[in-house]
């Protein structure tokens, strides 16, 4: 079973914008953090964004001022809109969620999703 499912991804030119966003499939516990991860071939998965459940945001230096991460604590849902996206922001992007699935999980996991591709051309 998916807990998590990203929608939004595609193909863009450079300057333009996508807006991702991830729903969970099922009811969770408990979320703590939410946020959004990148991997490109060859590379290892980096952290985008980060979201709590107060609103306190980390961006990655790399997409600050052109990223906001947004968080819907009622749903559980959070969403990226990219905007001025260059062609190094090409990627499989991933939704995290760390918390808890159930209540008898002693310690937070991470949850993820399928990923969604996200290609700028130039």
């Known amino acids: 079973q998916v807990q998590l499912v990203e929608s939004g991804g595609g193909l863009v030119q450079a300057g333009g914008s996508l807006r991702l966003s991830c729903q969970t499939t099922?009811?969770?516990?408990?979320?703590?953090?939410m946020g959004w991860y990148r991997q490109a071939p060859g590379k290892q998965r980096d952290l985008v964004a980060t979201?709590?459940?107060?609103?306190?945001?980390n961006y990655a230096d790399s997409v600050k001022g052109r990223f906001t991460v947004s968080r819907d604590n009622a749903k559980n849902t959070v969403a990226l809109q990219m905007d001025s996206l260059k062609p190094e922001d090409t990627a499989v992007y991933y939704c995290?969620?760390?918390?808890?699935?159930?209540?008898?999980?002693?310690?937070?996991?991470?949850?993820w999703g399928q990923g969604t591709q996200v290609t700028v051309s130039s």
């Open positions: 979201i709590t459940k107060a609103g306190d945001t």
């Open positions: 099922r009811n969770f516990f408990s979320i703590n953090l």
């Open positions: 995290n969620a760390r918390g808890k699935y159930t209540y008898w999980q002693p310690r937070d996991n991470d949850y």
